[in-house]
């Protein structure tokens, strides 16, 4: 919870959310590299979907958790 990650990679990462979050757990994700990040859902959703995030070069995320359904809901 509260985790802060600045990823600062050339080549491709990934990089795997919490695998047992709570309710109102936060990670804010800044990608400062050149490579793109995969963001490992670890069996939640992410916005509601059971897919991987992407965060690409120069972007930045804050990802709050909401439950099962929503499980990591993206700011």
């Known amino acids: 919870s509260k985790d802060q990650l600045i990823i600062n990679s050339a080549s491709a990462f990934t990089l795997n959310l919490p695998a047992s979050p709570s309710d109102g757990d936060t990670v804010v994700l800044s990608n400062a590299g050149a490579g793109t990040v995969t963001v490992g859902r670890n069996s939640s959703n992410i916005d509601s979907l059971a897919e991987d995030g992407t ?21």
């Open 55 to 75: 965060l690409n070069s120069g972007a930045s995320v804050q990802l709050v958790y909401s439950g099962s359904t929503i499980g990591w809901h993206s700011l």
